[in-house]
């Protein structure tokens, strides 16, 4: 700023109310205004700090916040019992005839059943469902390791390889349960879409 | 007053500083840019260079170049290099003027050069090949970490050393920045770096677990806070009101913002663990440290753009003023968008997703770059003796700049929102998550390329910078510009006793209220409340203190100033409170109590030799290995049916280093593996069995459609080192992890037994493009010798862990080793 503009200002320590003042030292040709703090960023400081006391007395003093690890677990046993509701809802309304009668013959839910296979079980089982990477069981063998009742192959997607069996030899291999990331309704779905392809073996359901 | 004499700055080591940050700030934005392509296109990890070669170099993705090991590199490099050379340049050119005087030693200033080079030089060798600690900002082997500490050494003494040595009675708040930048960064990066050597270029470090984390982000979040944001607010404060030709706005602003932000900062570490496994009082007090923190940060960037009042014609004309404007805006936003990234309800949405990324980068690219700029167009023209070349070509690399850190910031949160909220939705049903992961991931392909596009157009600017500075540098004569001033005789200058400054009643005062606050912290509710009532009589006490001896405090800090010795313990007390209330008690609580009551299993040899192929190769760059304490996170990565399925803090408690994740552009891993499989002593099979995994690193899209993870087909080639397990098992028992007594022998033998175990099952179906000779026993012979069967007996065995009741210790040291489940 320029000596004229300069002499417009206190020079000195201490501003008296409403007064703007600049300070006496300078470095290096740098000088310094003491001005007040702005009132909005005071109270935005003071508001934090009210906040932080406030927030912490309620949380550790009072005890008032419930701790993370009782709500996820109740959250979850909540969805837990949702889904278990939502399976036996499903179940109850589904016989292996059902399946191969009404959903297997019913083109929307094939295909339904037929996306979610082209997306995640394509991946070990293969485009033509045989398996060619060995990587899981073929489904077009006529063979159904698991049980060959139509309610067996729902049960098997949805809950993965039963724990009492060995997997795949010899690497041991198992199906993940797709209950964990499926619906039971979209489990039926896929359950047809591979009914679908084996009509042969589930004629007599 | 001393006699009048002539002082010549070394203005040579500001140059060379320079032109390193320019130099390497390229390099750096460069490798960023193929980093993130590698997020679109996964050929850019390697396959590209089959077709730009024409063939001659055959291969699906090339190590040294996968995302994992270059993001190391391009986050050290920026951080380092880039702002680490631009703010030694700084801190050079400002601090002898400041100081009026010349920098004590031009040999320390050399080896401070030559030696950081060097550093950078030793990262860009070491990272690439997979020599990293995988602690994030952290990632340099130890040798590397020792030249550090020596290089930083000598800056500090030659820092301090010039301070002793200068001729102005007072000290400058810049100089108050840079004071608070050294000591603080020397504190952080020592305790985050203390570790065990195995060999010349590995070593664990001494914290595992809940500890690890906790010290890395209180490294981690202080780097940004020490190393990147307060040697630039120093920077601001001389080179902006210098530009501006204004005086700066207001001087008390200064003390209160600089001294809040140095106590307040260092707390705030771990917002970036919210939600995880960290104790709950550690996240809220984070929480809340990070929501106090928005004020004095704001507090820099008021004092900065408020200074520009009576200068705002300048924008027009001048870059320089152009860059500070926008770097100090971006400075205010990033420092808003913290806080509110802390609250712990934002953190669900934004934790682990790319809008951590558009954070990081608005300061990274918006205030560090943008001032790095500015401070460069200014001292080019003074340290060449000339005008600068050409002023268009600084406005170009502005506008160019700025339409790419807008597109990069904004594509980035678009990104991380939409992938956030993609992988919590939950069906209809409520039952089940709407989205697989790999879908989120190809949700954001187009904001991944509008964000590459952000970063091309940032790193153009930064070219046109680098042609301007050099046309000016070649028509211009290099300057060592040198000052008529009185020189200061030792007698004239801190001339108060330490004590008599350090227990000032207005230190004392503010260091009883900061004692009785952190007792209340931990106090029960009986004498939380009479504790409260003291801190509140306190408080009115030290308010009316102030009020009636205002001008004695005023005066204290006046001196203080004029005291740099003093000065700088006040410094360290401010900044070492925060981390001592939090690591502390987590280090000398009984670890063995904090477990949550689940323990985790032992790595085996193999296991553990996978786990540090998996920290070389950088894997925690895009898998978390943390189920946090939220719905979306339990139903996609815990078990079906397990309703508290989320980490335990038992589950990490022996991983040297821990290895939370900060970023998820994979699923996360925490449990991949499973139970041993039946019959085997060594085979574990997870949620995918071993020969998904062999074929999902030669082809991660065969087995994953739309994955962007690169291939890996080196693990198939490399042979795995079990000869170095040995000294690895016996730093770990020195760390407190209770493995058997084995000999050099036994380790080796048992970690081969498992190599075959597991070649053993997927021998029959394995084929290898590059090895077709190879079948039957041949086969299964090569895959037990090679990283393969390693990396995937660790992740195999992610997630083992034994139920423990919550009174119950799990196994002390026990030198003759009783662990069933380790027994050949």
């Known amino acids: 700023m320029n000596e004229e503009e300069k002499d417009t200002y206190r020079r000195g320590e201490f501003a008296r109310k409403g007064e703007v003042i600049l300070r006496e030292h300078e470095y290096d040709g740098i000088q310094e205004f003491d001005q007040k703090l702005p009132n909005w960023w005071l109270f935005t400081f003071y508001g934090a700090i009210v906040f932080f006391f406030g927030m912490w007395f309620v949380y550790y003093t009072l005890g008032l916040v419930q701790s993370d690890q009782e709500r996820i677990t109740k959250a979850v046993s909540a969805v837990n019992e949702k889904k278990s509701a939502a399976l036996a809802d499903t179940l109850s309304n589904l016989t292996d005839s059902v399946l191969v009668h009404e959903w297997a013959t019913d083109e929307s839910k094939v295909k339904a059943g037929e996306a979610i296979y082209l997306q995640v079980c394509i991946a070990c089982h293969g485009p033509n469902m045989d398996a060619p990477t060995k990587l899981a069981l073929s489904l077009v063998d006529q063979e159904w390791k698991y049980g060959n009742a139509p309610l067996d192959i729902f049960k098997l997607i949805n809950n993965g390889t039963p724990p009492e069996s060995k997997g795949m030899e010899p690497s041991g291999a198992r199906m993940m349960p797709f209950g964990q990331s499926f619906s039971p309704e979209e489990i039926a779905s896929i359950t047809a879409f591979i009914i679908s392809k084996n009509k042969e073996d589930f004629k007599d359901y | 007053m001393g006699e009048k004499s002539r002082i010549t700055f070394d203005d040579r080591t500001p140059r060379n500083f320079m032109i390193a940050s320019i130099f390497w700030g390229i390099i750096g934005m460069m490798i960023g840019l193929l980093a993130s392509s590698q997020l679109s296109w996964w050929q850019a990890n390697g396959k590209f260079l089959e077709f730009v070669t024409f063939g001659k170099i055959n291969t699906d993705g090339l190590d040294l170049i996968t995302f994992g090991r270059l993001r190391p590199l391009h986050t050290n490099a920026v951080i380092f290099a880039f702002v680490g050379n631009m703010m030694f340049s700084g801190i050079y050119y400002s601090t002898q003027r400041l100081c009026k005087c010349r920098t004590a030693s031009s040999l320390l200033s050399f080896l401070h050069f030559w030696g950081w080079q060097g550093i950078i030089v030793g990262a860009v060798l070491t990272l690439p090949i997979g020599l990293s600690q995988s602690k994030e900002y952290a990632e340099l082997i130890w040798p590397l970490d020792i030249a550090v500490v020596i290089v930083w050494v000598i800056f500090a003494i030659n820092f301090f050393w010039t301070l002793a040595r200068r001729n102005e009675k007072s000290l400058y708040v810049a100089i108050w920045f840079y004071i608070a930048t050294i000591i603080t960064i020397a504190m952080l990066y020592i305790v985050n770096n203390l570790q065990i050597p195995t060999s010349l270029t590995h070593s664990y470090p001494i914290f595992g677990g809940l500890q690890d984390a906790l ?53 705030a570490g771990p917002h970036h663990l919210l939600n995880t496994a960290l104790p709950q009082w550690l996240q809220i007090l984070g929480m809340l440290f990070s929501l106090m923190l928005w004020a004095p940060s704001w507090g820099g960037m008021l004092n900065g753009l408020l200074t520009l009042r009576g200068a705002w014609n300048k924008l027009r004309t001048d870059p320089v003023i152009k860059f500070f404007a926008a770097g100090i805006t971006f400075y205010g936003m990033a420092t808003f968008e913290g806080p509110l990234l802390s609250i712990r309800a934002v953190n669900q949405l934004s934790h682990y997703t ?59 949160w678009t990104a991380g929102i939409m992938q956030g909220l993609m992988l919590g939705q939950v069906n209809e049903s409520g039952t089940g998550l709407t989205y697989e992961f790999v879908e989120t991931l190809q949700a954001i392909q187009l904001p991944y390329i509008l964000r590459g596009i952000g970063g091309l157009l940032y790193l153009i600017g930064f070219i046109l910078c680098a042609i301007n500075i050099g046309m000016t540098a070649a028509k211009g004569k290099m300057t060592d510009v040198s000052i008529e001033t009185y020189l200061l005789k030792p007698t004239e200058k801190d001339t108060e006793s330490i004590r008599s400054l350090i227990f000032h009643r207005a230190v004392v005062y503010t260091g009883i209220l900061i004692a009785l606050i952190a007792l209340w912290f931990f106090t029960p509710f009986s004498m939380a409340a009479t504790l409260l009532v003291a801190i509140g009589m306190v408080g009115i006490l030290v308010l009316f203190e102030f009020k009636w001896n205002g001008k004695s405090w005023a005066k204290f800090h006046d001196n203080l100033l004029e005291n740099y010795i003093p000065f700088t313990i006040l410094v360290l007390v401010a900044v070492a409170i925060g981390g ?184 029959k179906d394995a084929y290898l493009e590059d090895r077709p000779d190879l079948s039957g026993e041949a086969m299964r012979n090569h895959l037990s010798e090679v990283q393969f069967t390693a990396i995937v007996a660790y992740l195999q065995k992610l997630g083992a862990y034994t139920e423990q009741n919550p009174d119950k210790r799990p196994h002390p040291l026990d030198p003759d080793g009783n662990l069933s489940k380790f027994e050949p």
């Not at chain 2, 981690?220 to 307060?230: E, S």
């Not at chain 2, 913002?257 to 307040?264: A, M």
């Not at chain 2, 160019?400 to 910031?409: E, P, Q």
Request: hydrophobic fraction near 45%; glycine fraction near 8%; aromatic fraction near 14%.
């Open chain 2, 215 to 267: 010290v890395q982000w209180w490294y981690g979040h202080n780097a940004v806070a020490f190393f990147l944001t307060t040697p630039i607010l120093g920077i601001m404060y001389y080179f902006l009101p210098k530009a501006a030709n204004r005086p700066v706005y207001s001087y008390r602003l200064s003390i209160i913002h600089f001294w809040s932000l140095v106590f307040i900062y260092i707390w």
């Open chain 2, 354 to 412: 790319d809008w951590g990324i558009g954070h990081v980068h608005s300061g990274a690219l918006g205030w560090n770059g943008l001032m790095a700029a500015g401070m460069f167009y200014w001292m080019a023209p003074r340290l060449w003796a000339t005008k600068l070349w050409s002023v268009a070509w600084a406005n170009m690399h502005f506008w160019v700049s700025l339409v790419g850190i807008l597109l990069y910031v904004g594509a980035m």
């Open chain 2, 580 to 763: 001592m209330i939090q690591i502390i008690p987590s280090v000398v609580v009984n670890r063995h109590v904090n477990i949550e009551g689940r323990l985790q299993e032992l790595y085996t040899p193999l296991e553990l030799e996978g786990r540090d192929i998996y920290v070389s190769e950088g894997c925690y760059n895009c898998h978390s290995q943390m189920i946090r304490t939220l719905v979306p996170d339990v139903m996609r990565y815990g078990r079906p049916g397990v309703a508290d399925d989320y980490s335990h803090l038992g589950e990490s408690i022996y991983d040297f280093p821990f290895q939370w994740g900060s970023k998820r552009t994979g699923p996360d891993l925490a449990r991949e593996g499973g139970e041993p499989v039946d019959d085997t002593k060594h085979v574990r099979i997870g949620k995918r069995d071993n020969l998904w995994h062999m074929k999902h690193f030669l082809n991660p899209r065969e087995m994953s459609p739309g994955s962007n993870m690169p291939a890996y087909p080196w693990f198939f080639e490399k042979k795995t080192d079990f000869k170095s397990l040995a000294k690895k098992i016996s730093v770990q028992r020195q760390l407190g992890v209770p493995y058997p007594a084995m000999t050099a022998h036994e380790i080796e033998q048992h970690a081969r037994e498992q190599a075959m175990a597991i070649a053993q099952t997927v021998m």
